[in-house]
């Protein structure tokens, strides 16, 4: 496995979201674009991450320059995840519903940012409708994935986000963050199990953690 650290994670999964200040806001999504088997796909989709409330499952996480990290993690919707990264990563990611905390153990070093200036708040939402989130730019079906494609300039400026799903069951299975330079970061996830008991001190941040 090659070296990951904060930086990586940073640049593509969560900062992408500060690249949007200053950014001219794109248009209202076009429904009209969308032909009705694409707009119920993306009904579809809702529905699935609506039903989830608990998750958790394993990932591996693919940064801009091939380096990978790997681990654990839970979702208790709205507004809760965390990431458990296994070594030699030395990295826990946090949010509590508001704030994400990017805990680097390596650089005893922990940054903060709002859970609705990064991705992850499409996965997170009370109620998650992707066609009042986001421009649904495509959505496609090939060798049984399901793939749609997002742009919202609050969250990604020039960048995009594209989910990527069982293409029978609807089953989430990776993420990817496109950056304004086109540099992607994505997390593939599997070996989910949903409707699990969480704890709640799991989604507790330390907010003077190294200070």
Same mark, same amino acid.
């Given at each position: 496995?090659?070296?990951?650290?904060?930086?990586?994670?940073?640049?593509?999964?969560?900062?992408?979201?500060?690249?949007?200040?200053?950014?001219?806001?794109?248009?209202?999504?076009?429904?009209?674009?969308?032909?009705?088997?694409?707009?119920?796909?993306?009904?579809?989709?809702?529905?699935?991450?609506?039903?989830?409330?608990?998750?958790?499952?394993?990932?591996?996480?693919?940064?801009?320059?091939?380096?990978?990290?790997?681990?654990?993690?839970?979702?208790?919707?709205?507004?809760?995840?965390?990431?458990?990264?296994?070594?030699?990563?030395?990295?826990?990611?946090?949010?509590?519903?508001?704030?994400?905390? $990017?805990?680097?153990? &390596?650089?005893?070093?922990?940054?903060? *940012?709002? #859970?609705? %200036?990064?991705? !992850?708040?499409?996965? +997170?939402?009370?109620? $998650?409708?992707?066609? &009042?989130?986001?421009?649904?730019?495509? *959505?496609? #079906?090939? %060798?049984?994935? !399901?793939?749609?494609? +997002?742009?919202?300039?609050?969250?990604?400026?020039?960048?995009?986000?594209?989910?990527?799903?069982?293409?029978?069951?609807?089953? !989430?299975?990776?993420?990817?963050?496109?950056?304004?330079?086109?540099?992607?970061?994505?997390?593939?996830?599997?070996?989910?199990?949903?409707?699990?008991?969480?704890?709640?001190?799991?989604?507790?941040?330390?907010?003077?953690?190294?200070?």
């Amino acid at each position: 496995m090659t070296a990951f650290d904060r930086r990586t994670f940073l640049a593509g999964l969560l900062a992408a979201g500060a690249c949007g200040a200053g950014f001219p806001a794109l248009a209202a999504p076009n429904l009209g674009q969308m032909s009705p088997e694409e707009f119920a796909t993306v009904q579809t989709v809702n529905a699935y991450f609506n039903s989830i409330r608990t998750l958790e499952g394993k990932f591996i996480q693919t940064g801009p320059d091939g380096s990978q990290a790997e681990g654990l993690f839970v979702i208790d919707r709205p507004g809760r995840i965390r990431f458990r990264y296994q070594p030699p990563a030395q990295m826990d990611i946090i949010s509590d519903g508001k704030t994400v905390a $990017i805990v680097d153990k &390596k650089a005893r070093n922990q940054t903060l *940012v709002f #859970l609705n %200036d990064t991705p !992850l708040r499409f996965l +997170l939402a009370q109620n $998650i409708d992707l066609t &009042k989130e986001a421009v649904v730019q495509s *959505v496609s #079906l090939a %060798d049984d994935l !399901l793939t749609v494609v +997002l742009e919202d300039p609050g969250t990604f400026a020039a960048g995009r986000l594209t989910l990527i799903f069982d293409g029978r069951t609807v089953e !989430l299975r990776q993420w990817t963050v496109t950056d304004a330079q086109g540099l992607d970061t994505t997390v593939a996830v599997y070996d989910l199990k949903p409707g699990i008991e969480v704890k709640p001190e799991w989604f507790k941040i330390n907010f003077s953690l190294y200070k």
